[in-house]
Structures are given as C-alpha cells and as structure tokens.
C-alpha cells in the first residue's frame, strides 16, 4: 500500500466546474504540499499546509491532520487549470518528503 | 521570488556516457534534493545534501553521484548513462527544515 494515495487518478471536467483532488496518508507528517505539474514537466508549489485551511485565487486547500486527509479544490475550472497535481507529505520521523502518484486533470472548453 | 534553475530542459546522450545535470539556486538555501519522475512510480528520491560539501543517498542512488561544492549549486552525476536512466529529472531545494520546497522546471533526459 503506498503512503500518499491520490483519487482520482484522471480527471477530465467542463470548464466552470467545481473540482476536487483528494490525498490520503498513513504516516505522521509535519507538513503536507500540493504541487501542480504543467505538461512540460516543470513543477509549482502550489500550497504548503500544516493544519486547516488555504486559499490563493481560485484555488483552495484543506487538511484534516486527525483523519490524514488533506484536499484541493478549484473553483470556476478553466482549461488553463489542466495539469497534473501532486500531494507530497513531509514525515515527521525523517524529513523526508513522500510523493502521491498525481491525478491528471483536463478541463475541457 | 526563489529562482532554482536547471541548466538543461531536454538532453540527450548516448549509453556510456558521463552526463551532468546542473541545478542552481538563488536564496542562499540550505537543503538540495535531486529526484527523478517515472511513469506510474511518481517523483523519487536520488539523493540530496543539506549543507556544502555534504551529500546523503536517497531512495535510489545506483548509478548516480551527487557534488555540492558550493551552497548555490547542486550537481547530479550520471558516470556511465545507461537506458534505464531516460527520465524527468527534477531538482529542489529548501531554506531548511519546516520550510517548503522550490523546484526548478526539470531536465528530460533520453539514453540512446
């Protein structure tokens, strides 16, 4: 079982909709990050969380540290938006990060 | 903002070959991580270095060498490129524990 789960793992969704990636956890973390990754591979750090809730633009991220579940959601999706994100966990008991798998989202026009 | 730079976005080299990926920071960073990103296997770790002159393996060093003579600069090393070594490869670096990680934009590289 790997440690970072991601659902789904593909997302195709019209323009205007609300969406939201999921990422689950077993290990104890410090901190939880969300990163985009555009199709020529270079990767944003979109949020760095630890507890509770953020929001730049459109874009909201929440963590849950008790149930080991964090989200990212996008608000009015645009097709600008299609990347793939990935949730990466950095553990509390080594400082090493651990990366999901990704979901890939495409936003149709 | 925090620049990290990679000097190369698409490489390609033949088996056999030394091949260096150049990674360089701007904001006097601490920490410095090398990964790699695989179809299906995700981003992983080949090593990386906490201070000058200090190098660490990760969870895949075989084949690879690090060298980080300067704090700004972080240098994955391929001795001899093999096939299996045609990836994305992906360079990070962060002030310092509990801080968040700034990556640069990746270096596709192909093994002929």
């Known amino acids: 079982k790997n440690e970072v789960e991601q659902s789904p793992q593909n997302l195709t969704a019209q323009e205007g909709e609300f969406i939201t990636i999921n990422c689950s956890y077993s290990v104890g973390i410090s901190a939880l990050h969300w990163l985009q990754q555009h199709p020529g591979g270079g990767i944003v750090s979109l949020f760095m969380?630890?507890?509770g809730k953020k929001k730049h633009g459109r874009l909201i991220a929440t963590i849950n540290i008790q149930e080991k579940h964090s989200s990212l959601h996008i608000t009015a999706s645009h097709p600008r938006d299609s990347a793939v994100y990935i949730c990466?966990?950095?553990?509390?008991?080594?400082?090493?990060?651990?990366f999901g798998k990704g979901t890939r989202l495409h936003i149709l026009p | 903002d925090v620049k990290v730079t990679q000097s190369s976005r698409y490489l390609v080299k033949r088996t056999g070959e030394k091949v260096f990926l150049e990674c360089v920071q701007d904001?006097?960073?601490?920490?410095m991580f090398w990964y790699r990103q695989d179809p299906g296997l995700g981003l992983r770790l080949i090593y990386f270095?906490?201070?000058?002159?200090?190098?660490e393996k990760g969870d895949i060093p075989e084949g690879y060498s690090v060298s980080r003579e300067k704090k700004e600069r972080f240098s994955l090393i391929l001795e001899s490129a093999s096939t299996n070594q045609t990836s994305m490869y992906l360079c990070a670096s962060r002030v310092g524990q509990d801080y968040g990680y700034t990556f640069g934009s990746g270096t596709r590289l192909t093994v002929v």
């Open positions: 270095s906490y201070d000058v002159k200090m190098k």
């Open positions: 969380l630890s507890s």
């Open positions: 990466a966990v950095m553990q509390n008991r080594d400082d090493k990060i651990i």
């Open positions: 904001m006097d960073h601490e920490n």
